[in-house]
């Protein structure tokens, strides 16, 4: 059984930082993109970032540009999302999600291009 968990979200204040990990098992993912997404209340779920198989092609949303760095450790089967200057409108439910096709360049940015999708973690920055 393929599982993706997330871990490492909170309530932070703004201007903190965060990391958050997805540890896959069940099968490996070291040729597969991976990407984070999130989805606020009322919002609908966005892309925020995403890693080739290869893990040199990455892509970021606009507004998390130059604060996130997405990264992965395929020995570990584990992607991460570094988060730095968080914002209150970086608050949602942040989930990972595995592309289940060999992707060694790709880095798909809808989430019906992945397959298997973690329960997601929640990150709050207050103001």
């Known amino acids: 059984q393929v599982q993706l968990v997330e871990s490492g979200g909170g309530l932070v204040q703004a201007g903190d930082s965060l990391r958050l990990s997805c540890a896959a098992s069940?099968?490996?993912?070291?040729?597969?993109?991976m990407g984070w997404f999130r989805q606020a209340p009322g919002k609908e779920r966005e892309i925020v970032s995403a890693i080739s198989g290869s893990g040199r092609v990455t892509y970021y949303e606009d507004s998390v540009k130059g604060r996130f760095t997405i990264s992965r450790d395929n020995a570990k089967n584990t992607l991460y999302l570094q988060m730095n200057s968080l914002k209150p409108e970086d608050t949602a439910s942040y989930s990972c999600?595995?592309?289940?096709?060999?992707?060694?360049?790709?880095?798909?940015?809808?989430?019906?291009?992945?397959?298997?999708w973690g329960q997601g973690t929640q990150v709050t920055v207050s103001s």
């Open positions: 999600a595995a592309d289940g096709r060999l992707s060694p360049m790709a880095v798909p940015r809808t989430p019906s291009a992945y397959d298997y």
């Open positions: 069940g099968r490996t993912f070291s040729n597969n993109a």
